[in-house]
């Protein structure tokens, strides 16, 4: 799912608002979004890289495809062929792209058939599912005999304007085709992939990036990386918003997703002598589709739709649970089909939020308030970035997106404050953002005003009787720390397999 309780829209005048071809959202958040898993993002993250003495590295992470059951055969979460995936920066404080990661995958069928019958009435046959021989996939990228149907991926660096031609990421350690990828097959269980671990690990690549030093690359299905009371949020908040941190449910626990992570060199993402940079992800699908009344197959591939037409993007995400609760039902597929730059048209929504209200309404009688308004706290946090630590010392445009400032210091994973910067811990949200930051918490508290009690009007324009209950610990109940990931690329967990036993 896509997560956040964010806000966006600053209020440097109201941009007006374009028309959109094709208009869509993200993880389930909004109604055109819902019906295009492939091109769902969920989460994305960027920090600075805490794996020992890789702290000159970002790690970027963009998750798609939400809530997949590991059992999801016999397709499993194959990505869209026709779609573009994109990591966008921001360097130079304007909320327009500077630079994007274009992620482009291929889907080829093997056709693995078995002959079936006593000559001479046998005939060869294509098989249904997609792995066949046990013992056949792994450890190796090419140990694929039982596989039936492998996916490869290309990587494009894009400068300027994300419409414009890229070059090339490449494997650093060379290859027969050293610019095209391979995308190990979903963990469809231990009789079809023995060791998935070792699998995996053999995907994940050393690349050269035009115009930077190397950095790393790992494109595949991982154990579902958020954690939330999702069903009893979305019921009216049917929890006690002030309990323990860890006293629900992580309904998510059970679920896998797919993740393209990059670690790039700090360097090849700033600007001149500003440290912050900031991150979104997008998804994009060509504009046209036109059903084949009789799918074909041919060249390994399966065509069940023609597609043309100009690329238009269908989800974006930047900070965490931004559409999914804070933009208004109404405007959830214009927002994802929207850039940074173009926030201002929501202004409302960020100055004027719904959830407080809500919140209060639902919890009335036990001294939960919602904060005055306008939410000038919010603007700081997510349209212009925080004075003196997220804020470009470039700015001069509001958009919502992930900041990161990447002269503060890295902390180890067993260092980390799962609150992040609420928590003393200033790598951490809304400085980027971590697996292990409980960003449910984090912005439950911000929304409700917890920014205000600081009492640094000149900052937050907000003082503490703004907020009368923003010191509370309101939480979703479910808990998340560095401690549930890996303390080393890609950090995301190896996914849960389909089937757990030989």
């Not at 209950?469 to 309101?474: A, M």
Request: hydrophobic share 35%; with cysteine.
């Amino acid at each position: 799912m896509k997560h956040h309780v964010s806000v966006q829209l600053m209020t440097l005048g109201l941009a007006a608002a374009l028309p959109f071809t094709v208009q869509a959202s993200s993880h389930r958040e909004a109604p055109y979004i819902a019906g295009l898993p492939r091109v769902d993002g969920t989460d994305f993250y960027m920090f600075r890289s805490y794996e020992n003495a890789r702290d000159g590295y970002v790690t970027l992470i963009a998750n798609y495809v939400p809530l997949q059951d590991a059992y999801g055969g016999p397709n499993y979460f194959e990505m869209d062929a026709t779609a573009a995936y994109d990591i966008h920066i921001d360097n130079s404080g304007d909320s327009v792209e500077d630079l994007t990661f274009r992620f482009r995958f291929t889907n080829a069928i093997q056709d693995i058939a078995l002959t079936v019958g006593t000559s001479p009435n046998d005939q060869t046959v294509a098989v249904p599912l997609k792995t066949t021989a046990p013992g056949g996939i792994g450890p190796g990228i090419l140990d694929r005999t039982g596989l039936n149907v492998y996916e490869t991926y290309t990587v494009e660096v894009i400068r300027g304007n994300r419409r414009t031609a890229g070059q090339r990421v490449t494997n650093a350690d060379g290859g027969a085709t050293p610019n095209v990828f391979v995308k190990p097959v979903d963990n469809v269980g231990n009789k079809s992939i023995p060791d998935y671990d070792a699998y995996a690990d053999s995907h994940v690549y050393n690349v050269a990036i035009p115009g930077c030093a190397n950095g790393k690359m790992f494109v595949g299905q991982r154990k579902e990386s958020f954690s939330v009371n999702l069903g009893e949020v979305f019921d009216l908040i049917n929890t006690n918003p002030v309990g323990p941190p860890n006293g629900e449910q992580n309904i998510l626990a059970d679920k896998n997703i797919t993740s393209l992570i990059l670690e790039v060199p700090t360097s090849c993402l700033t600007a001149g002598s500003d440290p912050v940079i900031g991150g979104w992800t997008t998804a994009s699908v060509p504009q046209a589709r036109i059903l084949s009344p009789r799918p074909r197959f041919a060249n390994g591939r399966s065509t069940a739709a023609f597609q043309g037409g100009s690329l238009v993007q269908v989800s974006r995400l930047g900070s965490p649970l931004v559409n999914e609760v804070v933009i208004g039902l109404r405007d959830k597929d214009r927002f994802n089909a929207s850039a940074p730059a173009q926030d201002p048209q929501f202004l409302k929504y960020v100055t004027n939020p719904t959830l407080p209200e809500l919140i209060e309404a639902l919890f009335s009688g036990s001294g939960v308030q919602a904060p005055n308004g306008p939410r000038n706290d919010l603007v700081a946090v997510f349209l212009t970035g925080i004075e003196g630590v997220t804020k470009s010392a470039n700015f001069s445009a509001p958009g919502e997106m992930l900041r990161l400032n990447t002269v503060i210091p890295v902390a180890a994973s067993n260092a980390q404050n799962n609150l992040g910067v609420l928590g003393g811990d200033n790598a951490g949200f809304p400085n980027g953002r971590r697996p292990g930051d409980d960003v449910v918490d984090i912005e439950l508290r911000a929304v409700m005003g917890v920014l205000c009690t600081l009492n640094v009007p000149a900052t937050y324009g907000c003082v503490p009787a703004d907020a009368p209950s923003g010191s509370l610990p309101y939480t979703d109940g479910a808990t998340v720390s560095a401690a549930d990931f890996d303390t080393s690329f890609p950090y995301l967990r190896t996914p849960l397999p389909g089937s757990p036993t030989n």
